[in-house]
Nanobody
Framework: QVQLVESGGGLVPAGGSLRLSCIAP????????LGWFRRAPGKEREFVAA????????DYAGSVKGRFSISRDNAKNTVYLQMNNLKPEDPAIYYC????????????????????WGQGTQVTVSS
């Protein structure tokens, strides 16, 4: 069974940056639509960013738009989340998600649309 493995979380000061990585050791990685979600303490899991199979379409939650960027490297079976200008409201466990799709430009923003998940990586922002 394919498993996703996140890395790159940590503690940064407000205004700082982190890059999360998520590797999916699967020959079919290039057929996946990809996404990042997060869950803060006491809150529901929420959508952060999504990327189409083709890599040409993206979508972001309003709270991170302009600060976060999702990208993929099919040669490395990896999806990234570059997080800049981190704010006190960004701390959470961040999860990557993937699902195979035939639609090259389709982005998926709902967690129910994803079948593969990582274990999560903690992001903490100090004020």
């Amino acid at each position: 069974q394919v498993q996703l493995v996140e890395s790159g979380g940590g503690l940064v000061p407000a205004g700082g940056s982190l890059r999360l990585s998520c590797i999916a050791p699967a020959r079919t990685f290039s057929s996946y639509a990809l996404g990042w979600f997060r869950r803060a303490p006491g809150k529901e899991r929420e959508f952060v960013a999504a990327l189409s199979r083709s890599g040409g379409s993206t979508d972001y939650a309003g709270s991170v738009k302009g600060r976060f960027s999702i990208s993929r490297d099919n040669a490395k079976n990896t999806v990234y989340l570059q997080m800049n200008n981190l704010k006190p409201e960004d701390p959470a466990i961040y999860y990557c998600a993937a699902t195979p799709t035939l639609m090259g430009v389709d982005v998926k923003t709902r967690s129910s649309e994803y079948g593969l998940w990582g274990q999560g990586t903690q992001v903490t922002v100090s004020s």
